[in-house]
């Protein structure tokens, strides 16, 4: 009987042991995972900041060569 329960509580600390592991590696994952997002979801937004920047620029200075030739009309 006392191997049995020595089985049975040898299986359940290789289990447990397991699990952590397990948990620990996929929570590490996942906050990778989640930092590669974030870095590019900021890098996207980056780059989308700087094309309105530069659309806002060209279409000011537009308007600014259309006024210049509306005067001159």
Do not use: C, P, W, Y
């Amino acid at each position: 009987m006392q191997d049995l329960e020595e089985f049975i509580n040898q299986d359940t600390e290789l289990t447990t042991k397991f699990l952590n592991n397990f948990e620990q590696k996929a929570t590490d994952e996942a906050n990778l995972f989640m930092d590669d997002i974030e870095k590019t979801m900021d890098n996207r937004f980056l780059h989308q900041d700087e094309k309105l920047n530069n659309m806002s620029r060209f279409i000011s200075k537009f308007q600014n060569t259309l006024k210049i030739f509306g005067k001159d009309v």
